[in-house]
Nanobody, 124 residues
């Protein structure tokens, strides 16, 4: 069992930065691929980024590539999403999830465990 708690969301002006954190409980964190997802009002949840269990492989949505960076610290049971040059279109609730592989997480949103989400609002 893995419990995930996101933090770091907030209100920021366009062009600003935020760093999201997702803290995981349990001693099996390092066995899971991790991902960040987002859901804007009235829209479906979409993948933003994913990272393999080792951190050696990452994937990004085209809309965030070059602006967002996903990373993980298995010693701290934490995955991060550094978001730079934020745009109003990035406004959404951001969720982290743990899954069996980064490809399944990113491509099919197939997560075994999900956090409750953290709100990110980007003003123009």
């Amino acid at each position: 069992q893995v419990q995930l708690v996101e933090s770091g969301g907030g209100l920021v002006q366009a062009g600003g930065s935020l760093k999201l954190s997702c803290a995981a409980s349990g001693r099996t964190f390092s066995r899971y691929a991790m991902g960040w997802f987002r859901q804007a009002p009235g829209k479906e949840r979409e993948s933003a980024a994913a990272i393999s269990w080792s951190g050696g492989s990452t994937r990004y949505a085209d809309s965030v590539k070059g602006r967002f960076t996903i990373s993980r610290d298995n010693n701290k049971n934490t995955v991060y999403l550094q978001m730079n040059n934020l745009e109003p279109e990035d406004t959404a609730v951001y969720y982290c999830a743990a899954g069996q592989s980064s490809s399944l997480l990113f491509g099919s949103l197939r997560g075994d465990y999900w956090g409750q989400g953290t709100q990110v609002t980007v003003s123009s």
